[in-house]
Protein backbone atom coordinates (compact mmCIF):
# COMPACT_ATOMS: atom_id res chain seq x y z
CA UNK A 1 0.00 0.00 0.00
CA UNK A 2 1.01 3.42 0.06
CA UNK A 3 3.11 3.42 3.19
CA UNK A 4 5.34 0.59 1.76
CA UNK A 5 5.55 3.00 -0.96
CA UNK A 6 6.60 5.40 1.25
CA UNK A 7 9.35 3.75 3.45
CA UNK A 8 10.91 2.23 0.06
CA UNK A 9 10.89 5.60 -1.07
CA UNK A 10 12.81 6.86 2.14
CA UNK A 11 14.92 4.09 2.33
CA UNK A 12 16.37 4.71 -1.16
CA UNK A 13 17.31 8.19 -0.10
CA UNK A 14 19.68 6.48 2.79
CA UNK A 15 22.47 5.64 0.49
CA UNK A 16 25.51 3.99 0.88
CA UNK A 17 24.01 2.88 4.45
CA UNK A 18 20.74 3.50 6.46
CA UNK A 19 21.57 6.37 9.48
CA UNK A 20 20.86 3.64 12.02
CA UNK A 21 21.98 0.06 12.60
CA UNK A 22 24.13 -2.46 14.65
CA UNK A 23 27.05 -3.34 15.29
CA UNK A 24 28.43 -6.67 17.49
CA UNK A 25 31.09 -6.48 19.80
CA UNK A 26 33.07 -9.06 21.89
CA UNK A 27 34.25 -7.41 25.35
CA UNK A 28 37.54 -9.05 26.55
CA UNK A 29 39.00 -7.91 30.40
CA UNK A 30 41.92 -5.78 29.70
CA UNK A 31 43.76 -3.61 32.26
CA UNK A 32 42.69 -0.69 29.90
CA UNK A 33 38.76 -1.72 31.54
CA UNK A 34 39.74 -2.12 34.81
CA UNK A 35 36.74 -2.15 36.84
CA UNK A 36 34.54 -1.36 34.01
CA UNK A 37 34.32 -5.21 33.55
CA UNK A 38 31.86 -7.00 35.14
CA UNK A 39 32.78 -11.26 35.82
CA UNK A 40 30.62 -13.62 33.35
CA UNK A 41 28.23 -16.15 34.48
CA UNK A 42 30.15 -19.03 34.95
CA UNK A 43 33.33 -16.58 36.09
CA UNK A 44 31.52 -14.80 38.84
CA UNK A 45 29.50 -18.52 39.96
CA UNK A 46 33.03 -20.03 40.19
CA UNK A 47 34.45 -17.43 42.12
CA UNK A 48 31.61 -16.79 44.02
CA UNK A 49 31.43 -20.57 44.88
CA UNK A 50 34.72 -21.32 45.61
CA UNK A 51 35.15 -18.33 48.10
CA UNK A 52 31.71 -19.17 49.63
CA UNK A 53 32.89 -23.47 50.11
CA UNK A 54 35.91 -22.53 51.66
CA UNK A 55 34.15 -20.64 54.47
CA UNK A 56 32.63 -23.97 54.45
CA UNK A 57 35.08 -25.98 55.16
CA UNK A 58 36.55 -23.94 57.21
CA UNK A 59 33.77 -24.02 60.10
CA UNK A 60 33.93 -27.69 59.62
CA UNK A 61 37.04 -28.41 60.38
CA UNK A 62 36.79 -26.11 63.12
CA UNK A 63 34.34 -27.93 64.96
CA UNK A 64 36.49 -30.92 65.13
CA UNK A 65 37.69 -28.88 67.90
CA UNK A 66 34.35 -28.96 69.42
CA UNK A 67 34.30 -32.50 68.63
CA UNK A 68 37.37 -33.47 70.17
CA UNK A 69 36.07 -31.61 73.49
CA UNK A 70 32.99 -32.85 74.35
CA UNK A 71 34.38 -36.66 73.43
CA UNK A 72 37.06 -36.14 75.40
CA UNK A 73 39.70 -36.69 73.34
CA UNK A 74 40.89 -32.78 73.87
CA UNK A 75 41.18 -33.33 77.82
CA UNK A 76 43.62 -36.50 76.86
CA UNK A 77 45.70 -34.41 74.50
CA UNK A 78 46.16 -31.91 77.13
CA UNK A 79 47.81 -34.00 79.67
CA UNK A 80 49.94 -35.49 76.75
CA UNK A 81 53.21 -34.38 76.96
CA UNK A 82 52.59 -31.84 73.97
CA UNK A 83 52.66 -27.66 74.29
CA UNK A 84 48.81 -26.56 74.02
CA UNK A 85 50.09 -24.70 71.20
CA UNK A 86 51.80 -27.70 69.48
CA UNK A 87 48.25 -29.16 70.10
CA UNK A 88 46.22 -25.80 68.32
CA UNK A 89 48.86 -25.17 65.49
CA UNK A 90 48.16 -29.06 64.53
CA UNK A 91 44.45 -28.33 64.33
CA UNK A 92 44.24 -24.86 62.34
CA UNK A 93 47.17 -26.39 60.05
CA UNK A 94 44.65 -29.47 59.26
CA UNK A 95 41.73 -27.00 58.71
CA UNK A 96 43.77 -25.04 56.56
CA UNK A 97 45.10 -27.64 54.35
CA UNK A 98 41.95 -29.00 54.12
CA UNK A 99 40.46 -25.85 52.64
CA UNK A 100 43.63 -25.48 50.27
CA UNK A 101 42.86 -28.70 48.93
CA UNK A 102 39.23 -27.70 48.46
CA UNK A 103 40.42 -24.20 46.66
CA UNK A 104 42.35 -26.04 44.35
CA UNK A 105 39.68 -28.89 43.36
CA UNK A 106 37.39 -25.83 42.88
CA UNK A 107 39.80 -23.89 41.16
CA UNK A 108 40.66 -26.90 38.40
CA UNK A 109 36.69 -27.86 38.02
CA UNK A 110 35.81 -23.98 36.99
CA UNK A 111 38.80 -23.71 34.57
CA UNK A 112 38.75 -27.28 32.52
CA UNK A 113 35.12 -27.88 33.03
CA UNK A 114 33.33 -24.25 32.87
CA UNK A 115 36.50 -22.66 30.82
CA UNK A 116 36.47 -19.81 33.86
CA UNK A 117 40.00 -17.67 33.15
CA UNK A 118 41.59 -17.42 36.23
CA UNK A 119 44.27 -14.06 34.88
CA UNK A 120 47.65 -14.66 33.89
CA UNK A 121 48.66 -14.75 36.88
CA UNK A 122 48.60 -18.11 39.11
CA UNK A 123 50.30 -16.33 41.81
CA UNK A 124 47.84 -13.34 42.21
CA UNK A 125 44.90 -16.24 41.90
CA UNK A 126 47.04 -17.99 44.33
CA UNK A 127 48.17 -15.25 47.26
CA UNK A 128 44.51 -14.30 47.38
CA UNK A 129 42.91 -17.87 47.91
CA UNK A 130 46.07 -18.49 50.65
CA UNK A 131 45.68 -15.13 52.74
CA UNK A 132 41.85 -15.73 52.29
CA UNK A 133 42.04 -19.01 53.44
CA UNK A 134 43.83 -18.32 56.75
CA UNK A 135 41.55 -15.54 57.22
CA UNK A 136 38.63 -17.87 57.02
CA UNK A 137 40.23 -20.31 59.58
CA UNK A 138 40.97 -17.45 62.07
CA UNK A 139 37.39 -17.10 61.91
CA UNK A 140 36.49 -19.98 62.24
CA UNK A 141 38.30 -21.29 65.09
CA UNK A 142 37.53 -17.59 66.91
CA UNK A 143 33.73 -19.01 66.87
CA UNK A 144 34.61 -22.65 67.61
CA UNK A 145 36.04 -21.22 70.71
CA UNK A 146 32.96 -18.61 71.28
CA UNK A 147 30.04 -21.45 71.48
CA UNK A 148 29.79 -24.18 73.86
CA UNK A 149 28.27 -27.15 71.52
CA UNK A 150 28.87 -29.10 68.37
CA UNK A 151 24.83 -28.08 67.59
CA UNK A 152 25.51 -24.30 68.79
CA UNK A 153 28.41 -24.25 66.13
CA UNK A 154 26.71 -26.34 63.35
CA UNK A 155 23.73 -23.23 63.81
CA UNK A 156 25.85 -20.88 63.31
CA UNK A 157 28.25 -21.58 60.77
CA UNK A 158 25.52 -21.84 57.85
CA UNK A 159 24.43 -18.75 59.03
CA UNK A 160 27.82 -16.59 59.01
CA UNK A 161 28.99 -18.85 55.97
CA UNK A 162 25.64 -17.30 54.09
CA UNK A 163 25.66 -13.93 55.29
CA UNK A 164 29.03 -13.12 54.80
CA UNK A 165 29.04 -14.84 51.15
CA UNK A 166 26.22 -12.38 50.68
CA UNK A 167 27.46 -9.39 51.95
CA UNK A 168 30.97 -10.19 50.46
CA UNK A 169 29.54 -10.61 46.11
CA UNK A 170 29.78 -14.36 46.12
CA UNK A 171 25.96 -14.58 44.71
CA UNK A 172 25.91 -11.46 42.39
CA UNK A 173 28.59 -8.85 41.74
CA UNK A 174 29.58 -6.49 43.47
CA UNK A 175 29.30 -3.67 40.91
CA UNK A 176 25.46 -4.07 40.64
CA UNK A 177 25.16 -3.39 44.28
CA UNK A 178 24.61 0.85 46.12
CA UNK A 179 27.80 2.55 46.74
CA UNK A 180 26.79 1.51 50.78
CA UNK A 181 26.61 -2.16 50.49
CA UNK A 182 29.78 -2.25 48.57
CA UNK A 183 31.24 -0.67 51.46
CA UNK A 184 29.84 -3.28 53.64
CA UNK A 185 31.78 -5.58 51.59
CA UNK A 186 34.75 -4.35 52.15
CA UNK A 187 34.16 -5.12 56.02
CA UNK A 188 34.39 -8.96 55.02
CA UNK A 189 36.85 -11.47 54.31
CA UNK A 190 34.35 -13.04 51.40
CA UNK A 191 34.36 -8.93 49.98
CA UNK A 192 38.33 -8.63 49.78
CA UNK A 193 38.54 -12.27 48.54
CA UNK A 194 35.84 -11.34 46.04
CA UNK A 195 37.49 -8.39 44.86
CA UNK A 196 40.74 -9.68 44.61
CA UNK A 197 40.01 -12.87 42.48
CA UNK A 198 37.67 -10.49 40.47
CA UNK A 199 40.58 -8.36 39.44
CA UNK A 200 43.14 -10.88 38.85
CA UNK A 201 40.94 -13.53 37.22
CA UNK A 202 37.83 -11.57 35.18
CA UNK A 203 39.69 -8.29 34.74
CA UNK A 204 43.61 -10.14 34.05
CA UNK A 205 45.02 -7.31 35.93
CA UNK A 206 47.95 -9.84 37.51
CA UNK A 207 49.51 -9.93 40.94
CA UNK A 208 49.18 -6.10 41.44
CA UNK A 209 45.76 -6.47 42.52
CA UNK A 210 46.11 -9.59 44.64
CA UNK A 211 48.41 -7.59 47.24
CA UNK A 212 45.97 -5.08 48.40
CA UNK A 213 43.55 -8.09 49.11
CA UNK A 214 45.99 -10.23 50.22
CA UNK A 215 47.32 -7.64 52.88
CA UNK A 216 43.79 -6.58 54.16
CA UNK A 217 43.15 -10.65 54.57
CA UNK A 218 46.40 -11.11 56.48
Known sequence: GGDVDVYAEADSKWEPAPPIYTE??????SEVRGDSVIAEGSTQSSV????WFILFMTFGSAGRILEGREQGTLRRLMVAP???STILSGKVLGTVLAAT????????VGALAFGVPWGRD?????????????AGTGLAVMVSALVRTR???????PLVSTGLAMLGGCLWPLEVVGPAMQFIAKLTPTGWAIIGLT?????????????LPT????
Request: charged share 10%; net charge negative; no cysteine.
Open 151 to 157: DQMSGLS
Open 48 to 51: GFTV
Open 82 to 84: VSR
Open 122 to 134: PLGVALVLGSYIL
Open 101 to 108: VQALVLVL
Open 215 to 218: LVLL
Open 199 to 211: DVGARNQGLEAAL
Open 24 to 29: GQTVVA
